[in-house]
């Protein structure tokens, strides 16, 4: 019997060689390659699929009573921005009667032995994270000066829940801030001071806290994670200073704090900036220049 000999350099031989063991082992690893290929596409869908149904189910616990989703004009309203203080600790509170319109608030919604005496979510506005307190019974409230146009509002809880409101404020005339320098700190029972010197050489702090030129702090917080806010809605021409003072720890037990002071300027519009700076605090009494920088 004559056996046909593969030419090993005759090319056409060996492409056909190499095409028939390609054809006789190619379908099953077709199928155990497509077979792999299809079960994690599909395990990755059903988990995503389920992370979305969660996370709306999580989101219906919030409940925003402000802002809500749509469309307003706030033309005639009038709104406090800063807070009465009451030594010797004050957490971000709401003034009596302050206007829907600029207004943060609302409540979770959860069994109140589950949660402790209080707590603390993230509030994003405008891009913008703060902390924000979550009292015992899950309500939460603020003031803020929305500008007009676009805003958007979410809260974020510790074991990931969130919800997000946006809104549009169509009231052209509105007080803009045209500067926020915002200082929020990473620990409960610790008491961080936001100082600014504006260019005109006035010193706005916790003791002083609404300035001639327009400029204010809303509230002194000294019972942990702040926010406090300035704000101007004309900020003067030239070199701001922004200090940080770590006042004092109380009874927290940890010395270390990071600051963190986010600066916006002409929020709302094409030209907004924004920047964030931390910084490390790590003893009471210590008072640190954390940025200075030129409104042009």
Sequence with gaps: MTMKALNIFDPSAHDRDMTTRRTSMHPIRLHRRFSGHFSRHRLVSVALALGAFTNAAHAD???FAAPLNGWRNSAGDEARYTQDVHYPAVAVSTPEGQSVNALIAGHIKAAPKARPRTSVGTLVVNGTPMPQRIEEDGAFSRPFAFGAGSNSVELRTADGTRKRVQFYDAYTGKTQARLRIVLAWDTDGTDLDLHVVSPDGVHTFYADRVAPNGGALDVDVTTGYGPEIYSSA???????????????????????TVAQITIIT??????????????????PGELTLVKRFVVP
């Design 234 to 256: 004309a900020p003067l021409h030239g070199t701001y200073l922004v200090y940080v003072n770590y006042y004092g720890n109380g009874n927290s037990g940890s010395d270390m």
């Design 266 to 283: 002409d929020e709302g519009t094409p030209n907004e900036k924004s920047e964030t700076i931390r910084a490390p605090m790590r003893k």
């Design 61 to 63: 616990t919030i409940d």
